[in-house]
């Protein structure tokens, strides 16, 4: 069953059609990577799914209801994480503090009035630093902290709302490829744990291909291409509007690496 069901999305800007008619579907459980040359309409598909960008035309189902209309701050409450490029926690508060108050922010509504916030989301928050890696500096200040333990925390704060579908765009922008693999790999574990669906974009064909489970690839608004892995390397159309004419898919590769 599919979990979101895209369709026929369209955003046309003044004389710019960046996302062109687009459709697919997302399963829970399943990691899909959205790839594509910049500017193919990757963060405009992102905004338009988590309700930050109303669409031309076209639907985004969730869990059989209609997403077009429903505010962004109302996606949480139906199941609907996201991640942000900047880093958005707080530096002066701990790791540990950052997470109890995004815990606070879904549950305010029922506990605000008759619990102190501070004792009764501790054990939650450390479960969810727990399941990104983070229990051990719990106590630090997030501003002492290396820029992909970072992006784990707002991971953790992510996962705060229990989302079913989780939108990450660029989630390991400024990592290095070490970092970028590692919290890939942790963003599976978690899909295999909470049988979570995740939409992300990555720029590193590495980590695209070792941990998505399906990938969806863009161009100009449209997509070309979809399928595993192994599909899409030797997918002759992505190889010539991805990659461009000339360039061999392996060269692509290893200019990622060194960036
Ligand atoms: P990607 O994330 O894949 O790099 P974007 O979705 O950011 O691509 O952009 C897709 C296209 O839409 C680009 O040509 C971009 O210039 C254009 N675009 C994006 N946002 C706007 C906007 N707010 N106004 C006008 N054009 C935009
Ligand atoms: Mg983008």
New binding site residues.
Partial sequence: MSLLAVRNLT?R??G?T??DDLSFDLKPGELLALI??????????FNMISGQLPPSSGSVVFNGRELLGVPSRRMVHLGIGRTFQIAATFGSLSVLENVQMAVLSHRRKIYAFWRSAAGRYRDEARQLLEQVGMLDLAGSPCSELAYGDIKRVELAMSLAGKPRLLLM?EPTAGMATAERNALVALVKRLVVQNNMAVLF?EHSMDVVFAYADRIIV?AR?QLIAQGSAEQIRAHPKVQEVYFGTGKTFETVVSQDDKS
């Fill in positions: 955003k800007f003044a710019n960046a996302v594509g040359p910049n500017g193919a309409g990757k963060s405009t598909t765009d974009t863009l608004g």
